[in-house]
Every structure is written in C-alpha cells, then in structure tokens.
C-alpha cells in the first residue's frame, strides 16, 4: 500500500428515506386472525356435517387427509427441482453461447464496514486486485468501535490496481445500519454502476468484467452476483457451501432467465444507479434490506439478471447458534420485505412479474418450511404407529432428489465434488434445523416480538486466503 | 435382522433429535438476545460525517480525466435509447421520487474528479443535461437544439434560393 497525503473533509450526509404509508398494524393482525378463523371454522363445519356420510373415522380422516397432503408437497417439490434445474440449464447454455465485450464505464465498490477490522485490509487487497480499468473504492466505516477506522485510513489513497490506479476513499459516519452505510457511499459515489458488497466479503478478479457487460441491455437494473462460501472444510460451512450452491445459486440461476432474480445478495450485487433512485434507495425498516431493494427494483419496472462468474467469497458461520441466529434475521427480513410489498400478492394486475416472485418469495419463506415439518413430525408419529418404515422410504426419495440435483449443480457450477456426500444428510438434519428455525421466526413476526440486528462475530478464517487471478465458474479460492 | 427397522430407527433417531436441537438452539438464542437490547434513537434529516480521500493528481485537478478515464461505449446508455426503451417509470412518479441524495460538504469540497460530461458535479447538472436532451433532436452532430436547427435550415434556405 502506497503512503499518500490525505484530506480531510466535514460532510452532512443525507439521512432521508422514502416512508412507506403508516400501516395499522393491530387492524392488520385482527384481519387476518378473523379470514384464517373463519375459513377454519367453514371447513370443520363441512367435516362435521359429511363425515358421517361417508366410512372415515377421525384417525383415519387425520391419516388420509395427511397422505393427501405429503403426495401435494411431494408434488410441489418436484415440479419446483425440475422447473429450477431446466431453466437454469437454459440460463447457463445461453450464457455460455452470448458474448457481450467491450464496456467498461467508471463503477464505485463501496465497502460498508462495521467492526471488520481483522479483515478489511485483505478485503480491500482483494478489490485492488480486480482485473478492470476503470474503478474506485468507497469504504463506509459505520460507527465502528474497534481498530476499523484506523486501518481503513492506512489503505485511503490511490492504489496501486492490476491495471491502474484505484482511488480509495473513507467516510466516517455514526452508526446507522449497513443501509445507510451504503446510502451514503451511493451519495457520494459519482459513477453511474455502484457495486455494493459486504465488509468481509472478497470478490474474484473478473467480478466486475463479468458483471457489468449485462447492463449493455438499458432494461438491465441490477445484477446478482455469485456467492461462495469461504471458509470451507468444516461440517457447518460445507454444508452450507451446499446450500449456497444448490439453493441459492441455482434458482438464482433460473430465475435469470426470465431476469427476475428475487434476491440481489448483500455480499455482491451491481446497480444502475438510476434505478437506485427511482427505488429510493436502500431503507433500514427491514432486516433484509438486500430482498426489500430488490423488491423495490422490480416494481418500478427494472430487469435484475444473474451473473455466475461475478464471484463473492463470504465467511459463514461456524457455530450452530451463529447459523440459526442468520436465517433467523433472513426469514423475518424477507417476511418484512414480503408485507412491505404485499399489494402485489393479491392483487398481479399492478406487476405481474412482482407477484410472481413475492409468490415464490411467500412459498419459500413460509409454505416450505411449514410443510417440511409437518412431513417429519407426521412419519415421527406414524413410527410409533408401527409404520416405521415410512420414514426410512421418504427420506431415501428425498435424498436421491437431494444428491441428484447437489451433482447437477456442483457439475454446473464446476464446484467441489466434496460436497455431494453431504446431501445423505442435508435434507434430514440441515434443512430440518433451518426449517424450524424459520417457521419460529415466521411466528415471531407475526406476533410483532422485537429483534435486533446481531453481528457475527468474525474469526478472520478467510485472512489466510488468496482470491484466484482469473476464475471462471467454479475455479475456487485457494489456501496458502 | 432386517436392514430398514435399524436404517428407519436411525433416521427416526436423528430427526427427533434435530427437533430438539432446533427447540434448545432457539431458547439459546432467545436469552442471548434479551441481555441487550437498546431503544431505537430518532432519525434526523442528515448526519455529519467524515470524507477521507486522497489529495486530488494534477492530472484529475486540471482536466479531470485522469483516474476516471472514459471508454469508448458501443453500446446504448439510457440516455441514448429512445424513450420507449427505458424503464417504466412516468414522469409523475419521477417527480415524486424526490431529488438525487448528494453529500453536503461542510468544508471545502474536493475537486470534481469527473472525466467528462457523463460524470456531472451536481445532481441538478446531471438531471438537467439528460432532460434538456428530451427536447432536442438528434443529429448526425449529435443533440441539437430544435430552433437552432430551424435557424440554420432557413439560413440554407436564404443560400439555397439566392
């Protein structure tokens, strides 16, 4: 790092945030206890009056009415693999035959950072060494209250890049959350892409080469990156290095091909900024604030394309409470953001695209979860019932459709072949645990209990770790 | 004995377990978070902050294209697409969106480092460019004015019949 003279200079930052219209909260919750009552209550009564017509008893009613149920979630999840398998087959094949070359405008990373001290600098060596003309570094020290501010005013200056020169600046703001940190570098930044990314991520060397050519298309207002667990080898994280590929990843995938990506991820996502603005920016009223301005992006019109090759490697948990204590934030975040946007749920006339995805969103935060549980308690109960080897059944069916797609994904995305025995267990006791975890936030959201933020704690694992020079899909980072 | 009771146990085994695991890992979590909590403080309109940046290179200080060099775009910007092809956004939510956030500096501000005209210093400069364009016509030159056009046409016409 090269030691320059620094300036310094007092700035007001705009704190302002589009509010949405005040919503009764209490009126809402009463509405919905009554419509869920009152279908309830309509469908007992229906049961109560046909089912001496018929032959059921109530265990066999309870048992059969089950059955039918698992069968319609079974259904549901394959035709839910299959679609996202095929249309991100379709994805990666026209990915692999366009070539879009050539365009390279100014873009602004800004680094917002919270106590990323132990990690920033080699952050920030990562971003120097991003293969592209064209760039600078924001780095937003939001209120931070260990050695961050320091460190990142050692890196603050023109830097030596892989190709150029890269002006590295910090702002020094009160602690207000990762939205207004980001807010703030969109203020300050004057190039017309910003790429925004998490303190502790690090991003491959052709990040923004790969990811900035979608916005050839003027429709095009975001782009999603790829994000890529980090700190591998450890039971916790290869699991979830398996999720991030084989759910997230992958539907992100085909939900490029109709360029409705649902989530833009908070450890890399590429803006126009001109849709930036016309979604009012990021808001602090919901715990995910990456699925809320990605929301807001899609409603005013705007297409969000998926880029594989624009690589962030992020630090996931290590420790189980650490995990659950994410998803937890995540599932309420994305209810927060779904309710925030929930017009468009019942009424598709407004967008059709948005309620298609907030269907999807409300299925995969809610629907999901719920039935998965279900599933498992109801071959827990028909075990004692001597049926033990229902479960056994359901699980292996799971499983196969499990590893299958883990094999298609991880050969798709050329990741480590590592990964696929973790399937064996990945349904019956990862997704269980986050399943449950969520369907506990669902109830917590709805009952309005507070939360706070959290912040996990940083181990500096990844300090150890190079970003490779030119990655294509699926050449990883490598330990040294 | 037979093979699937021991594997259907073993699963049974683990998925009550993962219950439990789930239902322990949640009241952990519930009392880790009642140690802390903290009332959210009002919001004001701005924040002070602090700007650390590099002292400006002589070359961006006086013709401001030295670290932001401009590229040869072959492609469409917004700005150049036809007004059917942007986003739909009408012009009455735009209004309403309310004006660019920009930072206010308390002390002297920075040299622009924008290269060219794409990297205006004001919002305002850059809203204005782009609407003034809306009412210009494109040109072989380029974005021309209409009545200027007109001037210069009448002034061919003078030539032409003269």
Not at chain 2, 20 to 26: D, E, K, R, S
Not at chain 2, 52 to 69: K, L
Request: hydrophobic share 40%; proline share 5%.
């Amino acid at each position: 790092m090269m030691e320059q003279k620094l300036q310094k200079y007092k700035i007001a930052l705009d704190n302002r945030e589009r509010k949405e219209p005040k919503r009764n909260e209490g009126k809402e919750k009463l509405r919905v206890i009554f419509l869920t009552g009152l279908t309830s209550l309509f469908l007992i009564i229906i049961i109560l009056v046909t089912l001496p017509l018929t032959v059921l008893t109530w265990s066999g009613l309870f048992v059969y009415s089950s059955i039918v149920a698992l069968v319609i979630f079974l259904f549901v999840l394959l035709f839910r693999y299959f679609s996202i398998l095929v249309m991100a087959y379709l994805y990666l094949t026209k990915y692999t035959v366009e070539s879009k070359e050539g365009y390279y405008p100014f873009i602004s990373i800004i680094v917002p950072v919270f106590n990323e001290g132990k990690i920033l600098r080699n952050s920030i060596e990562s971003l120097l060494d991003i293969e592209y003309p064209n760039y600078e570094i924001i780095i937003v020290n939001d209120g931070s209250t260990d050695n961050t501010a320091k460190v990142a005013e050692e890196v603050v200056g023109y830097q030596q890049g892989r190709t150029a020169l890269v002006k590295v600046s910090l702002i020094n703001k009160p602690n207000g959350g990762k939205s207004k940190a980001l807010n703030a570098g969109i203020q300050y930044s004057e190039a017309e892409f910003v790429l925004c990314m998490d303190g502790d991520s690090q991003l491959s060397a052709n990040t923004l080469k790969m990811g900035i050519r979608h916005f050839i298309d003027p429709n095009v207002g975001a782009v999603a990156g790829n994000v890529k667990v980090e700190n591998r080898k450890r039971i916790l994280t290869d699991l979830q290095a398996l999720e991030y590929v084989e759910g997230l990843n992958m539907p992100r995938s085909a939900q490029g091909f109709i360029k409705m990506v649902n989530i833009i991820p908070g450890p890399i996502g590429i803006f126009r900024k001109s849709a930036l603005r016309d979604a009012g920016y990021y808001s602090s009223d919901t715990f995910a604030e990456d699925a809320d301005i990605t929301l807001k992006i899609l409603e005013k019109g705007w297409k969000i394309n998926y880029e594989p090759n624009a690589m962030a490697f992020t630090e996931a948990p290590v420790k189980l409470h650490q995990l659950l204590k994410q998803r937890y934030r995540w599932t309420r975040g994305i209810l927060q953001a779904i309710r925030k946007h929930k017009k468009h749920i019942l009424n598709p006339t407004i967008n059709f695209n948005n309620t298609l995805i907030l269907w999807s969103m409300f299925y995969e935060a809610l629907l999901w979860p719920a039935m998965n549980i279900f599933a498992n308690l109801f071959f827990i109960v028909a075990a004692f019932y001597g049926m033990s080897s229902l479960v056994f059944f359901w699980w292996v069916g799971i499983m196969l459709l499990d590893m299958m797609a883990a094999i298609y994904c991880i050969a798709a995305e050329r990741e480590e072949f590592r990964l696929v025995p973790y399937s064996i267990f990945y349904r019956l006791i990862f997704i269980l645990l986050i399943d449950i975890t969520k369907a506990m936030a669902t109830v917590e959201e709805f009952l309005g209990i507070s939360m706070t933020w959290g912040k996990l704690e940083r181990s500096g694992s990844s300090s150890q770790t190079v970003i490779a020079k030119s990655p294509s899909v699926g050449v990883r980072n490598k330990k040294v | 004995m037979e093979l699937i009771p021991i594997l259907s146990l073993i699963v049974l085994v683990a998925t009550i377990s993962t219950f439990i695991l789930a239902v322990g890992a949640y009241i952990l979590y519930k009392v880790r978070e009642r140690k802390g909590k903290a009332a959210q403080a009002p919001q004001p309109s701005s924040i002070p902050a602090e700007l650390i940046s590099p002292t400006p290179v002589i070359a961006e200080q006086h013709t401001g294209a030295g670290m932001r060099r401009t590229y040869e775009e072959p492609y469409p910007t917004r700005d150049r697409v036809t007004e059917y092809q942007r986003s739909p956004m009408y012009e009455q939510q735009r209004a309403q969106a309310g004006p660019e956030m920009r930072p206010t500096y308390v002390s002297s501000p920075p040299p622009s480092t924008g290269s060219s005209g794409r990297y205006a210093t004001s919002a305002e400069d850059r809203y204005s460019t782009s609407e003034r364009k809306k009412f210009m016509r494109y040109t072989k030159d380029g974005y021309v004015e209409p009545t200027k056009e007109i001037e210069k046409k009448k002034k061919e016409d003078q030539l032409k019949w003269r």
